[in-house]
T-cell receptor
Framework: KQEVTQIPAALSVPEGENLVLNCSFT??????LQWFRQDPGKGLTSLLL?????REQTSGRLNASLDKSSGRSTLYIAASQPGDSATYLC??????????FGTGTSLTVIP | KAGVTQTPRYLIKTRGQQVTLSCSPI?????VSWYQQTPGQGLQFLFE???????NKGNFPGRFSGRQFSNSRSEMNVSTLELGDSALYLC????????????FGQGTRLTVV
């Protein structure tokens, strides 16, 4: 059974801190991995997409890495801001075009 | 450029009824996938459509079905609703299958009473 786990489930940090969110998966047959943020009651906003052939992607204060051999992806957020408060989800697409979401990390950035 | 549009945004149905949800993808996107999000199970993949054909299906009963039209708009249908079907239903569109970024709609909040 495919499992995609995100640790921690919840995180609270003061404004300005750098932080790392983790996404672990059990099956290395990965096609791509995508990070999203979700605000309460809303849809998902795409942050970064990493293809299986890539090791990392960067967008502004965000950097996502992918290590297929260890079954891990990390999302690094630099200089966190209160507006970064949201639930962060990773989504794995495997080579059979099946999609699996992580359990999510709820982030609170305290002003 | 318009995003992914889901209608309706909110829906209340009673047990045993059926419901149809609609998703209009971003213009030019041909792949549409559907997801169910509940507090207990998180986000789970329902099915994916590409070029009017269902390409993949998650682990959901046959009460959940869908279709895609020639303009790439998609609908999903749930028959014989159960209380446990109460969830946020999200659809995502992407230009093609695999290797491309998926963009999500705001979702349809379905409540079954």
């Amino acid at each position: 059974k495919q499992e995609v786990t995100q640790i921690p489930a919840a995180l609270s940090v003061p404004e300005g801190e750098n932080l790392v969110l983790n996404c672990s998966f059990t099956d290395s047959a990965i096609y791509n991995l995508q990070w999203f943020r979700q605000d309460p009651g809303k849809g998902l906003t795409s942050l970064l997409l990493i293809q299986s052939s890539q090791r990392e992607q960067t967008s502004g204060r965000l950097n996502a890495s992918l290590d297929k051999s260890s079954g891990r992806s990390t999302l690094y957020i630099a200089a966190s801001q209160p507006g970064d408060s949201a639930t962060y989800l990773c989504k794995k697409e495997n080579t059979g075009n099946q999609f699996y979401f992580g359990t999510g990390t709820s982030l609170t950035v305290i002003p | 450029k318009a995003g992914v549009t889901q209608t309706p945004r909110y829906l209340i149905k009673t047990r045993g009824q059926q419901v149809t949800l609609s998703c209009s993808p971003i213009s030019g996107h041909r792949s549409v996938s559907w997801y169910q999000q509940t507090p207990g199970q998180g986000l789970q993949f329902l099915f994916e459509y590409f070029s009017e054909t269902q390409r993949n299906k998650g682990n959901f009963p046959g009460r959940f079905s869908g279709r895609q039209f020639s303009n790439s708009r998609s609908e999903m249908n749930v028959s014989t609703l159960e209380l446990g079907d109460s969830a946020l239903y999200l659809c995502a569109s992407s230009w093609t299958r695999g290797d491309t970024e998926a963009f999500f709609g705001q979702g349809t909040r379905l409540t079954v009473v």
